[in-house]
C-alpha cells in the first residue's frame, strides 16, 4: 500500500466500497457477455456486450473514460479477456493468435484522457488472455481523422454521418491479410461506429468475427 492509498483510500469505482477500483460484486457484472440486437451490418457481425449501460457497470465505464480513473484498465481489461473466448463467432487466427483490434478515439478527448483508453484496454486483455494460455496480439488499425465530433446525442444516422470520410485504416496497425479480429469497444449506442470499423477493416481484408463491447446502451 503506498502512501497515497493512505491519504486517499482506494474506493470501487462502480459501488463505493472501499480497498479495490472494481469491487467483486460490480466485477461480476461484467461476465456475463449478451448479444445486442443492433449490429454492424444487419447480422453479418455479431455484438456482444457485457453488461447494459446502466448502474455500476456505467459508472464504471464513466469512471474509466472520463474521470481519470485508470487504475480500472485492469480490472476492464481483465472483464474483456475472460469473456471473450467463449463468444461463439470470434476465433483466433490459424496460429492460434486472438487479434484485438479496439475502437479509435478523437484525438482531443485521447488527451483529456491520458492516451487512447481503449487502446489501453485493449492490451491490458491481450495480456489477460496470455496468462490465461490464449496468444493475442492488439492491432491498432484504426484512427480517426480531424472533424470527428463528440457523438453523444447522435442517433445512427448522425453517427454514420460523423465518421464519413473521417475513419481511417493504419496499416502500420494491421495484422496479416485474411486475419480474422475482435473489434473492442466501451460502449456500443446505434451500431454505427461498429458498422463503419469493420467496413474499414474488411476494405484491406480483415474480418471482424464479432463486436465486444463493455456495456451497451438502450
Not at 485508470?70 to 481483465?78: F, P, Q, V
Amino acid at each position: 500500500m503506498s502512501l497515497l492509498d493512505l491519504v486517499l483510500p482506494v474506493s470501487c469505482a462502480g459501488c463505493g466500497t472501499a480497498g479495490s477500483a472494481c469491487c467483486p460484486e460490480c466485477f461480476a457484472g461484467l461476465t456475463r457477455p449478451a448479444p445486442v440486437a443492433r449490429g454492424p451490418t444487419a447480422g453479418t457481425t455479431p455484438v456482444y456486450a457485457l453488461a447494459r449501460y446502466g448502474g455500476a457497470a456505467r459508472r464504471l465505464v464513466l469512471a474509466y473514460k472520463e474521470r481519470g480513473r485508470r487504475d480500472l484498465a485492469a480490472s476492464l481489461g481483465a472483464a474483456l479477456a475472460g469473456a471473450l473466448p467463449y463468444l461463439p463467432e470470434a476465433r483466433p487466427d490459424p496460429a492460434g493468435l486472438w487479434w484485438l483490434v479496439p475502437v479509435p478515439s478523437r484525438r482531443a478527448a485521447s488527451r483529456v484522457r491520458g492516451g487512447p483508453h481503449l487502446l489501453r484496454l485493449a492490451r491490458v486483455c491481450a495480456a489477460e488472455l496470455a496468462a490465461a494460455g490464449h496468444a493475442a496480439a492488439v492491432a491498432p488499425a484504426l484512427r480517426l481523422g480531424s472533424g470527428v465530433r463528440d457523438a453523444v446525442g447522435l442517433d445512427r444516422a448522425q453517427r454514420a454521418a460523423n465518421l464519413a470520410g473521417r475513419l481511417a485504416v493504419d496499416a502500420r496497425g494491421l495484422p496479416p491479410p485474411g486475419t480474422p479480429v475482435v473489434l473492442l469497444d466501451d460502449v456500443v449506442t446505434t451500431g454505427a461506429t461498429a458498422a463503419a470499423c469493420s467496413g474499414a477493416l474488411a476494405t484491406r481484408n480483415c474480418q471482424v468475427t464479432a463486436v465486444l463491447a463493455l456495456t451497451a446502451a438502450g
